[in-house]
């Protein structure tokens, strides 16, 4: 129906009509450049040569449109320009030509034609030895991972498994050493106030505090936790099992919510 009052307003004029819709798209951008878009489609992408790879947050307002197969195609397009293309920011993405205009102009365009505020509201890319991508849960979550060995079946492999487990313990860093420091000093924090609550001795709580923050590390760094399909080992040793050696240097991790 859109199209057909675009030819009306345009008296049957093509070119006429696309830019009708166009200024239409541009004016549901304004009108609904304040509603929240958390809804949308994650997509994660590695390289052919696994030496790169990107993830794309393209966000709409509805679960409906989240779920139409144009609006997941339109997500996996702009993946594939990202990643064909090197982009290595989100104003980069779209600052890319795409279909005629640049990206940001189709979005633009495709708000005219949905109705719904449409952007790219989260970006990541990552580059090295070898990258590891992995989608779960139907698009709403996206990872990439980077590690220190030349790309191969094996390690590519392990990598998604890491990834996989990313997606779903999402871990707040790589190991101990990656972690931010007023994270660190959170934790110690609240060790020593549960340490006082329990009764413990003053002198000993810094000590507790410490133990406890040992177990955080176990918990919520990829590389000290258990392996999800295999509790016995760590990530980092089920890495190294694979290649000697192989360890994960940094991840990205997307996710709608």
Do not use: W
Request: hydrophobic content about 40%; overall charge negative; glycine content about 6%.
């Amino acid at each position: 129906m859109d199209c057909k009052k675009a030819l009306q307003e345009s008296n049957g004029d093509m070119e006429a009509a696309i830019d009708y819709l166009r200024k239409k798209g541009q004016k549901i951008s304004a009108k609904r450049a304040d509603r929240d878009a958390t809804e949308g489609a994650v997509i994660a992408k590695s390289s052919a040569d696994n030496t790169s790879g990107v993830i794309v947050r393209l966000s709409c307002e509805t679960d409906f449109v989240a779920k139409n197969d144009d609006f997941v195609s339109l997500a996996q397009q702009l993946a594939d320009l990202a990643l064909e293309n090197n982009a290595d920011s989100l104003d980069a993405l779209k600052a890319l030509p795409m279909d005629g205009s640049s990206v940001a102009e189709r979005l633009v365009n495709e708000m005219g034609k949905i109705g719904e505020k449409i952007d790219v509201t989260e970006y990541a890319f990552v580059t090295g030895d070898a990258v590891s991508s992995y989608i779960h849960a139907g698009n709403k979550i996206g990872v990439l991972v980077k590690m220190n060995q030349p790309a191969s079946d094996a390690n590519i492999a392990a990598g998604k498994d890491a990834a996989m487990q990313i997606a779903a313990m999402n871990p707040v860093a790589v190991d101990e050493n990656d972690v931010a420091e007023d994270i660190k000093e959170r934790e110690l924090a609240i060790g020593r106030e549960q340490a006082i609550a329990e009764g413990k001795p003053e002198q000993i709580v810094d000590k507790i505090a410490e133990g406890k923050l040992k177990r955080f590390y176990k918990d919520n760094t990829l590389l000290n936790q258990p392996f999800v399909k295999d509790s016995s080992k760590s990530v980092a040793q089920m890495l190294n099992d694979v290649e000697n050696g192989l360890t994960i240097t940094q991840f990205k991790r997307i996710a709608l919510g």
